[in-house]
Each structure stands twice: as C-alpha cells, then as structure tokens.
C-alpha cells in the first residue's frame, strides 16, 4: 500500500523561507510530485521530481530522496498570495493514479 | 487554451438517487482522471482513462463508474448516493508530454451535497 505523510499545518513569516517535509512509503515509485491548492480552488501544479536531487523553480525548491523516502518542498521569500495548502503526491505505476497525503495548510503572516 | 471544464459546478441530491458529472479536457489531452475531495480523506484518486479506456481504477464501490469518449470527455456515474459521498469531485487531465509524469491540470470540481 501507499502511505503519505506531511504536517497538517505550519505558519511562517513574509519573506522568509520555509521547508515542507513529506515522507512516503510506497509499494512502487514513478514520481513525486507537489501541487498547490489556494482554498475553494484546484490544484496546480508545482514540481515533479523522479530522481534525487533537487529541482529549483524560481522561488519554489523540490528535493527528493528515493532511498529514504523523503521529499520537502523549499518556499523562498514568501508572499501572502502563497498561503494555501500544499500537498504532496506519489505515482506508484504507469499513467496518472496519484497517491496524495493529506496536504500541509501554509499560514504566511506580515 | 481553455482549461478543464467540469459541469455542474454544484448540485444537490437526496440518498438513493444517482448522479453524473461531466469534465471536457483541455484540448489535445487524452487522459483524464477523476479525484474525490473531502475534508477528512483528502485527495483519493477514483479512476483515470486514456484513449476511451479504463487505464486505473481506485479504491471506490462499483456505485462510482466512469467512461471516456472518443473526443476525450468524460463522465463520472455515482448511483445509489450515500451522505459520505458528499464531496468535491475533481477531474484532471494531463497532456500527451506529461501522460506519465503525474502533472495534472485540474478543473474547478463539482461539488456535490448528499442529503
């Protein structure tokens, strides 16, 4: 089976930086991916990683670490507009059956 | 390029009628994937097609089925409703580039209230 886990929330300051973690067990590995979901909104898109490393996106950061099963998603310089749940998600076959966890809430504050 | 379209936005039905939601693609993407949203499950994934077929299916009652047809739309079926089943419904579609990459594009969702 699939098992995602994140912190249910987390607060942070404009201008700073803060670090989502998310630790995932899966019976397979296609992907990790992070989307954004702004409330009463959908989600997008934000980064996919499937090798270890880290990707960089501007302000946005991905890392991944297969052998532990570990992702955390970086956020740089904060603005209010990112305050919004953040949720992570593995692909454990072909095609696009996402596994999400339960999303982080980001409370950006002036 | 317009987006995921999903129809209706809201509706409301009472335990044991049934209900079908509907999602047009972005043009051009071929998979489409529903995802059920609640406050205390998240996001679960219901079933994904590509090209007219059922290509994965999740872990939900024979009461939700699906199909896809040949211009890429969609529908979703829930019969026999349930109060759990209230929910926000979700349809993502991805593009060719990204059929196997997990980058979904998702529509507003249909919100569905069971009484």
């Known amino acids: 089976g699939q098992n995602i886990d994140q912190p249910t929330e987390m607060t942070a300051t404009e201008g700073a930086i803060v670090q989502i973690n998310c630790t995932y067990q899966?019976?397979?590995?296609?992907?990790l991916f992070w989307y954004q979901q702004h409330a009463g909104e959908a989600p997008t898109f934000l980064s996919y990683?499937?090798?270890?490393g880290l990707e960089e996106k501007g302000r946005f950061s991905s890392f991944l670490s297969r052998s532990k099963g570990y992702s955390y998603l970086l956020l740089k310089e904060l603005q209010m507009k990112d305050s919004a749940s953040y949720l992570c998600?593995?692909?454990?076959?072909?095609?696009?059956?996402?596994?999400f966890g339960g999303g982080t809430r980001l409370m950006v504050k002036p | 390029k317009a987006g995921v379209t999903q129809t209706p936005r809201y509706l409301i039905k009472t335990r044991g009628q049934q209900v079908t939601l509907s999602c047009s693609p972005i043009?051009?993407?071929?998979?489409v994937s529903w995802y059920q949203q609640t406050p205390g499950q998240g996001l679960q994934f219901l079933f994904e097609?590509?090209?007219?077929?059922?290509?994965n299916k999740g872990n939900f009652p024979g009461r939700f089925s699906g199909r896809q047809f040949s211009n890429s739309r969609s529908e979703m079926n829930v019969s026999t409703l349930e109060l759990g089943d209230s929910a926000l419904y979700l349809c993502?579609?991805?593009?060719?580039?990204?059929?196997?990459?997990?980058?979904?594009?998702f529509g507003e969702g249909s919100r569905l209230t069971v009484l």
């Open positions: 993502a579609s991805s593009s060719p580039a990204g059929v196997n990459t997990g980058e979904l594009f």
């Open positions: 899966t019976s397979g590995f296609n992907g």
């Open positions: 990683n499937v090798l270890d």
């Open positions: 998600a593995t692909n454990n076959n072909a095609g696009n059956m996402l596994t």
């Open positions: 043009s051009g993407h071929r998979s």
């Open positions: 097609y590509f090209s007219e077929t059922q290509r």
